[in-house]
Each structure stands twice: as structure tokens, then as C-alpha cells.
């Protein structure tokens, strides 16, 4: 069972809204609580972009791409990190994962499924 379970993707119209969700289902809260938070995305024939992060703290970081139209945040008790999106648009369109980042600021765990999202009229 992976670490990370993300869910929420869809299909959307351009303008449109979603929320992801990433649940760490075998973590205690004790070891959520801590770790720095990431939502990545990925297209096909493309590297795994990182687009967001929060970290223990909730301070936030976005890439260029989704400033002003994403905002993470977390749930330590229920040990979730979630992705509000708004006015998304076609080239949001990609597989979204979720993971930790360690001291490096790379990914923390292997990769889980992800959830696609798709934009489209």
C-alpha cells in the first residue's frame, strides 16, 4: 500500500475548480505532522514538475504556473494535504501526486497513482 493516496481529479471546463486531496493512510500523526508536503504534476513525455509545497509550519510555496489560482493546505489530524485549484486551464491538464520532501527538497517516498485532472471544453 503506498504511502500517499491522492484523489480528487476529474474532468473539468476551462474556468472551473477542483480540489485534490492526499491522504497518508499508514502514517501516525506524529509523523505527518512534520514532513514537508508537495504536490507535483506530470504530463506525458514530460519530467514530474513540482508546483507546490506547504511545510510543517504551513508556509507556502507555488510554482509560476499556479500562483494566484492554487492554494495548499493541510490537515494534520486527518493527516491530508489538499490542492484547492480555480480557473484552471487546458495545460493544467496532467497526473497529479502528492509526497514528502526530505532535507534536500527532493521526494520523500516512491510515487503513488496520482489523480488525473483534465481540462477540457
Known amino acids: 500500500q503506498a504511502q500517499l493516496v491522492e484523489s480528487g481529479g476529474g474532468l473539468v471546463q476551462p474556468g472551473g475548480s477542483l480540489r485534490l486531496s492526499c491522504l497518508a493512510p499508514?502514517?501516525?500523526?506524529?509523523?505527518?505532522?512534520?514532513?514537508?508536503m508537495a504536490w507535483y504534476r506530470q504530463v506525458p513525455g514530460k519530467e514530474r514538475e513540482l508546483v507546490a509545497s506547504?511545510?510543517?509550519?504551513?508556509?507556502?510555496n507555488y510554482a509560476d504556473e499556479l500562483k494566484g489560482r492554487a492554494t495548499i493546505s493541510r490537515n494534520n489530524s486527518r493527516k491530508t494535504v489538499y490542492l484547492q485549484m480555480s480557473n484552471l486551464r487546458p495545460d493544467d491538464t496532467a497526473v497529479y501526486y502528492c509526497?514528502?520532501?526530505?532535507?534536500?527538497?527532493?521526494?520523500?517516498?516512491?510515487w503513488g497513482q496520482g489523480t488525473q485532472v483534465t481540462v477540457s471544453s
Open positions: 509526497n514528502a520532501l526530505n532535507s534536500a527538497k527532493q521526494p520523500r517516498y516512491g
Open positions: 499508514r502514517m501516525i500523526f506524529s509523523v505527518f505532522s512534520p514532513l514537508h
Open positions: 506547504i511545510t510543517p509550519g504551513s508556509a507556502t
